[in-house]
C-alpha cells in the first residue's frame, strides 16, 4: 500500500521569499510517479509538478521545482519568489505506474499542507 | 481549453435524501475519477471510468453510490439515502491516456453538506 506523509500542517513565508513543502512518500512499487497539487479557497486541485521515479534530474515548473531524494523516499515542493496567490494549502500525491487493473491510475494524496504567504 | 466542470458547486439536503452529481471532463480525455475529500484530509479515490466502462471501485463506494458515464463523455455520481457522514467535498478529475504522466486534472468539486 502507498502511503504519502506531509507533516507541516501549515508554512508561513514572507512574500518573494523561498519555501520548501515537506512529503515523504512509503511504497513497494518500484516504478511511481509524485505529484504536487494547489489548492485554494475556491476548491479547485491545480496540478503543480510531477517527478517519475526514474527521472534522473529534478523536476522544475517556472517558480516550483521538486527536490526528490529517492533514497530517503522525499519529495518536497520549492516555491522560490513566494507570491500572495500562492496562499493555498498543498496536496502531494503519488500514483504507482505499473500494476494491474485500476491500481496504476488512482492518487494517493498526503493530507496537505495550508502555506500562507504575508505580505 | 475548457477544464473539468462540476455541477452543483453546493448542495444542501436533508438526511435520506438523493442527490446526484455531474462532472464534464475536458472534452478530449478518456479517463475520468471521482474522489471524495473530507475535511482535514487529502482527497480518496472513489471509482474510475475509462471511456464508458467502470474499471475500479473503491471500499469506500458503498451500495447507496452509484456511477456511471454514459457514452464514455460526462458522468454523474449518484447517493442514495444520505447519511450525515456523506458530507464532504466530491471531486471529479480527467486525464488522457499519454505515456507515464497521465495527468489528472480536477474540477472545482461539489460540495455536500447532508443535514
Known amino acids: 500500500a502507498q502511503k504519502i506523509t506531509q507533516t507541516q500542517p501549515g508554512m508561513f513565508v514572507q512574500e518573494k521569499e523561498a519555501v520548501t513543502l515537506d512529503c515523504t512518500y512509503d511504497t513497494s512499487d518500484q516504478s511511481y510517479g509524485l505529484f504536487w497539487y494547489k489548492q485554494p479557497s475556491s476548491g479547485e486541485m491545480i496540478f503543480l509538478i510531477y517527478?517519475?521515479?526514474?527521472?534522473?534530474q529534478n523536476a522544475t515548473e517556472g517558480r516550483y521545482s521538486l527536490n526528490f531524494q529517492k533514497a530517503r523516499k522525499s519529495a518536497n515542493l520549492v516555491i522560490s519568489a513566494s507570491q500572495l496567490g500562492d496562499s493555498a494549502m498543498y496536496f502531494c500525491a503519488m500514483r504507482d505506474l505499473r500494476g494491474s487493473g485500476g491500481s496504476n491510475y488512482k492518487l494517493t494524496f498526503g493530507k496537505g499542507t495550508l502555506l500562507t504567504v504575508n505580505p | 481549453d475548457t477544464g473539468v466542470s462540476q455541477d452543483p458547486r453546493h448542495k444542501i439536503t436533508k438526511r435520506g435524501q438523493n442527490v446526484t452529481f455531474r462532472c464534464d471532463p475536458i472534452?478530449?480525455?478518456?479517463?475520468l475519477y471521482w474522489y471524495r475529500q473530507t475535511l482535514g484530509q487529502g482527497p480518496e479515490f472513489l471509482t474510475y471510468f475509462q471511456n464508458e466502462a467502470q474499471l475500479e471501485k473503491s471500499r469506500l463506494l458503498s451500495d447507496r453510490f452509484s456511477a456511471e458515464r454514459p457514452k464514455g463523455s460526462f458522468s454523474t455520481l449518484e447517493i442514495q439515502r444520505t447519511e450525515q457522514g456523506d458530507s464532504a467535498m466530491y471531486l471529479c478529475?480527467?486525464?488522457?491516456?499519454?505515456?507515464?504522466?497521465?495527468?489528472?486534472?480536477f474540477g472545482a468539486g461539489t460540495r455536500l453538506s447532508v443535514l
Open positions: 478529475a480527467s486525464s488522457l491516456i499519454r505515456g507515464a504522466k497521465n495527468i489528472q486534472y
Open positions: 472534452s478530449e480525455h478518456n479517463r
Open positions: 517527478q517519475g521515479s526514474y527521472d534522473e
